[in-house]
């Protein structure tokens, strides 16, 4: 037999408290009392009492959702920041709703679906929109916010980090150890990170009189990024020194050259990543790289769209944010260079930049 549906007056007559009392107790802004809460609460469990999320959006006009489109969650790096965000929305009585769309100008795919879910507000994660699209997220009067790229349009908010510094230290850095055939494992073509990254490390190079050595595309995914360590290493002569657009193809491009090519980094080849993902400092890899601030790019990313959906009068913002050279053992080693000129290194681009 089908199960009678348990109702908020069942609740209240149980808890002994009003019925407004029951729903105060289920919405995370409203003032209850922690006695009453509790008594709430624990009808609720005695009955099997489930808030109809979908009944009280119609109601209020509010469906308390956000949306997060993103193309993969294979980097950890994304999956860590989703984690924080997700935790953050939930504090505040929202859920996420999870939108994939393909890397290569992927957004028109999703747009409809988007505006149809009726959501307060979207996180864009590493999704590239242009101008266009942007506009066209505005204009529906969709609160927004882009995390980890860029777009030519100031109507909405950007959360990012200075990956053009990252680029020019990663190059800068590893001529300075002496490298000579120092190579690039781009990530996805034209997104903004990959073009900021590159155009920093090809600038860093240049401050030593060097050119790359070569460049192949990883799409910031591991199984891609194994491809083209084994294109780069196939031809002689080979780099001496790679840097990887992101943790995950660094990593790949260290398995790749100890288990398949039989070369040890750092001693043949020293490799840099970006982005500083919990597994780039396991001892397996011990990565050198350019560490973004995720907790803070997920904290504020959430703070400006939560703004804008409570609709504070507040105009969108681009923020850019420093990244840190994480020294560690993938890298070669050098008396001339201590963690004091490393910083050095970062701190003279900074000056030339301004």
């Known amino acids: 037999m089908k199960r009678k549906s348990v109702t908020s007056r069942d609740v209240a007559k149980l808890a002994g408290v009003s019925q407004s009392a029951v729903s105060r107790s289920f919405s995370p802004d409203a003032k209850v009392a922690e006695k009453t809460r509790k008594k709430v609460m624990a009808a609720a469990r005695e009955l099997g009492y489930r808030p109809n999320s979908i009944a009280r959006s119609l109601i209020t006009r509010s469906s ?14 994304y999956s860590f920041m989703l984690e924080k965000a997700s935790r953050y929305f939930q504090q505040q009585g929202y859920h996420l709703q999870l939108f994939f769309a393909p890397s290569d100008n992927g957004f028109d ?14 996180l864009m994660l590493a999704i590239t929109l242009d101008s266009t699209q942007a506009k066209e997220v505005a204009d529906f009067g969709i609160p927004c916010v882009v995390i980890n790229r860029t777009v030519n349009f100031d109507g909405i908010s950007q959360v990012g980090s200075d990956n053009h510094s990252g680029g020019y230290w990663a190059g800068h850095y590893l001529a300075s150890l002496g490298h000579r055939r120092i190579a690039y494992i781009a990530g ?5 990170t990959d073009l ?32 083209a360590t084994r294109r780069l290493f196939a031809s002689s002569p ?3 020194a790679l840097f990887c ?23 043949d080849v020293s490799i840099i990543g970006f982005d500083d993902v919990p597994m780039a400092a396991w001892p ?71």
């Open 109 to 122: 795919t999703v747009i409809d679906d988007i505006i149809r879910s009726q959501v307060e507000g979207v």
């Open 245 to 267: 657009a992101n943790d995950l193809m660094a990593i790949a491009a260290i398995d790749t050259l100890r288990h398949e090519f039989g070369l040890s980094v750092p001693e």
């Open 64 to 77: 308390r959702t956000i949306a997060v489109v993103t193309y993969s969650l294979e980097n950890p790096f």
């Open 188 to 192: 996805l073509p034209n997104s903004s």
């Open 238 to 240: 080979s780099p001496d």
């Open 196 to 227: 900021q990254r590159k155009a920093g490390f090809l600038e860093g190079l240049a401050k030593d009189g060097l050119t790359c050595h070569a460049v192949e595309i990883g799409n910031y995914r591991y199984a891609d990024a194994c491809h």
């Open 284 to 354: 397996s890899h011990s990565l050198t790289t350019l560490k973004q601030p995720v907790e803070f790019m997920a904290s504020k990313a959430t703070e400006l769209l939560m703004a804008q959906i409570n609709q504070v009068d507040t105009a969108p913002e681009n923020i850019m944010l420093p990244v840190t050279p994480m020294l560690r053992s993938s890298t070669r080693r050098s008396i001339h260079h201590s963690k004091k000129s490393l910083k050095e290194l970062s701190d003279a681009h900074h000056r030339s930049a301004r």
